[in-house]
Each structure stands twice: as structure tokens, then as C-alpha cells.
């Protein structure tokens, strides 16, 4: 696929922007154009991380990053070489500079650079500020975005920090949709929210919680019961002690529900 070039005083179309994925993987995406190999991990990762700060990176900020152990000179050489292959990739034949770089800093052109995190931020974001089915909607655009971790796989601190932080705000964000639903009588779309908040963190008791609450709600008591005693396992498994006190009161609750339903079959 070729780009147009972009606009000059001739009045000529601009460039296609690139869309840089990051959630659940690393992906490029230009019209019909998706790119998710590259040469080395390496030049994967440094797309990523321009993409996601889209900012001027110091070139020694990133040779520190990528080849922390490397000697000054194999540095630079490394990471021109992951600068020509991440060209080769996305600028030639697409007759359009996307990828620019002085002596001392690397940056991608922001008026050819979307991705799909500013999305995710601007989807919230619209949902901070309205009220009502708009939140809602929002809110869903938002949770639709982000439906896997950002940069799965890559260890940097930098990574891992935004990481958690979009995990976070998608799991506000599937709370206050899974109690928007279960007021609203739809338990199908409030279980899905309250699962894929268990699958963001495994451990976290009070999505637990609400998703067996669920279950008893939709008069299954056996089956809330019996997930809150996987999480009992689970927890014991990693050495991390028994649930803590409102777990075992609402497992208590289970049980009571449980014996109520089997005590009227009798």
C-alpha cells in the first residue's frame, strides 16, 4: 500500500496517519497495512514506547532502556539499526516521514500518530464529564478498548507502570457498569463486567465478591459458593493466608441461601 503525501501549498492530500496498537500486543495499522513483526523485539518495544509518550525521547534514554548493558558505541549502533528497521517497516514505499530523529532525541510525527490508549484515555475522559446514558456510553467505548492488558509481555518499569494504570482505570470503569446493569435488570452484561474484573486481578477479593453476589442474585448460591471456595484454594495455593473477613461473611451468606432453597425442596 502507498500513502498519499502529505498536504503542501499545492493543495496535494496528506499522509494517512498510523495507528500504533498497544493493548494486547504491539500492531501498526495503516488502511488495509497491519505490521506486527518486526526484525528484533527490540525495535518492537521502542515503537511502544515512543507511541505511547508521544514526546522527543533522548537517544541515551532510550539506548538505556533497551541495551542497558551495551558499551556507549554498541548502544548507538544498536539502536540506529532498530531506528532504520522500524523506517524500513513503516516509512518506506509509504513516501512519508513518520519516524523522526535529531543527534540528540527520537520522536514520531503526532499528526500521523494515533493509538489506541489515547482512545481508552479519551473514552474515559468523555465519560468523567457527562452524566446519565451518555456516562454509560462512554464508559462502554472505553471497556471495548481496553478488552487486554497494554504490552503484554514487556518487562520494562515504564511498561508496567501504564500497564497497571489502565488496568485500573478499566476495572473502575467495569464496576460502575456491572451495578449500572444489575440495577437495570441485566445480569448477562453485569456478569460479564464482574468476570473480566476477576481476570484483571486474580486476587482481588472484592471483584470476587461482587461476582459471587451476582450469583446469588440470579439464584445460583451454589455456584457464588463455589467460586468464593476456588478463591480460598487459589489463595492458600499462593501462600497468601484465607479470604479475609467480608469473603468469609459473604460465603457464610451463601451457605444460609443455599440451605434455605435446598430446605424448601424437602
Do not use: K
Not at 518495544?45 to 542497558?68: F, G, K, Q, T, V
Not at 459471587?212 to 495455593?237: I, K, M, V, W, Y
Amino acid at each position: 500500500m502507498v500513502s498519499r503525501l502529505p498536504a503542501d501549498d499545492r493543495g496535494l492530500p496528506r499522509a494517512e496517519p498510523w495507528r500504533i496498537e498497544l493493548l494486547g500486543g504491539i500492531r501498526a495499522r495503516r488502511g488495509r497495512l497491519v505490521v506486527t513483526e518486526f526484525r528484533t523485539r527490540r525495535a518492537a518495544h521502542l515503537l511502544a514506547r515512543l507511541a505511547l509518550n508521544a514526546r522527543p525521547h533522548s537517544r541515551d534514554e532510550l539506548i538505556a532502556m533497551l541495551w542497558p548493558q551495551s558499551a556507549p558505541a554498541s548502544g548507538r549502533q544498536n539502536l540506529s539499526q532498530s531506528l532504520s528497521e522500524l523506517r524500513r517497516r513503516l516509512e518506506n514505499s509509504h513516501r512519508c516521514e513518520f519516524l523522526l530523529a535529531s543527534r540528540e532525541t527520537v520522536w514520531l510525527e503526532r499528526e500521523l500518530l494515533s493509538t489506541d490508549v489515547d482512545d481508552f484515555e479519551q473514552a474515559l475522559a468523555a465519560a468523567h464529564a457527562a452524566h446519565g446514558a451518555d456516562r454509560i456510553g462512554h464508559l462502554e467505548r472505553a471497556v471495548g478498548i481496553a478488552s487486554a492488558p497494554l504490552l503484554p509481555d514487556v518487562p520494562y518499569d515504564w511498561a508496567s507502570a501504564s500497564r497497571e494504570r489502565i488496568s485500573a482505570e478499566c476495572d473502575m470503569a467495569l464496576e460502575e457498569l456491572a451495578h449500572h446493569y444489575e440495577q437495570n435488570g441485566d445480569l448477562v452484561d453485569a456478569f460479564e463486567c464482574a468476570w473480566r474484573r476477576v481476570r484483571i486481578d486474580p486476587m482481588d477479593e472484592g471483584a470476587h465478591r461482587e461476582f459471587a453476589r451476582l450469583f446469588e442474585r440470579a439464584g445460583r448460591p451454589a455456584a457464588g459458593l463455589r467460586h468464593l471456595l476456588d478463591l480460598e484454594h487459589e489463595l492458600s495455593r499462593r501462600g497468601s493466608g484465607e479470604p479475609d473477613a467480608a469473603t468469609r461473611a459473604l460465603a457464610d451468606v451463601l451457605r444460609a441461601r443455599l440451605a434455605e432453597l435446598v430446605g424448601a425442596l424437602r
